[in-house]
């Protein structure tokens, strides 16, 4: 599976966009990319996955470039609960979920 | 129901105990796995479980075996664990026992082993 970039923190006042890029520039035509988030302590979350498209479900929005080398991940209105490590993965479906360092993201009030 | 639960919550064992991590899911899923996570890395495969068989075992030390009596059950049993093997295991599970798309995890079992 190709491998991501993403940055190692990231700081997001309360309310406002969280914008969390992601630089996966050796992505496969059949990979997707998928977004956990893991609050402090728990489980990894599911947030959202694509292929080709955008995509926009109730807790973020995914942004695919035309060229499918980099992804951003939105979430619209920051809270303090959306404090916690993304991670963005790709992955074709076919071999288990590698996950990378991730972005820490701090909701600040 | 989506959840993914984990048995016990936190556990204590000695180098010479044997204790097992349980996870269960009813949703369903053909697929269940176990991970691996240290303080501040992210979570690491360790086994892979598809229609109730072992289909992925990342080389992991014979001192942690896992089981599957059914499709909703996954245990862990720990034998003769050494410190480092102090770490949150978790639990997650998946529809498809052929594919590997969203994974839906369980919160975690926190060890220590002194």
């Known amino acids: 599976d190709a491998k991501t970039t993403q940055p190692p923190s990231m700081d997001c006042a309360e309310g406002r966009a969280a914008n969390l890029p992601c630089n996966h520039s050796t992505i496969s035509g059949n990979e997707y990319v998928y977004w956990y988030r893991q609050i402090h302590s728990q489980g990894p979350q599911y947030i959202i996955h694509g292929l080709k498209n955008n995509e926009t479900n109730e807790m973020a929005s995914l942004i695919i470039t035309e060229d499918r080398k980099s992804s951003t991940l939105i979430l619209p209105h920051a809270t303090l609960r959306d404090t916690a490590v993304y991670y963005c993965i790709v992955n074709s479906g076919n071999t288990p979920l590698v996950f990378g360092k991730g972005t820490r993201l701090s909701v600040i009030a | 129901d989506t959840e993914v639960t984990q048995t016990p919550k936190h556990l204590v064992m000695g180098m010479t105990n044997k204790k097992s991590l349980k996870c269960e899911q009813h949703m369903g899923h053909r697929a269940m796995y176990w991970y691996k996570q240290k303080a501040k890395k992210p979570p690491e495969l360790m086994f892979v479980?598809?229609?109730?068989?072992?289909?992925i075992n990342e080389s992991v030390p014979s001192r942690f075996s896992p089981e599957c009596p059914n499709s909703s059950l996954l245990n862990l049993h720990l034998h003769a664990l050494q410190p480092e093997d102090s770490a949150l295991y978790l639990c997650?599970?998946?529809?498809?026992?052929?594919?590997?798309?969203?994974?839906?995890f369980g919160p975690g079992t926190r060890l220590l082993v002194l």
């Open positions: 997650a599970s998946s529809q498809s026992g052929t594919g590997w798309e969203t994974q839906y």
């Open positions: 479980y598809s229609y109730e068989k072992l289909s």
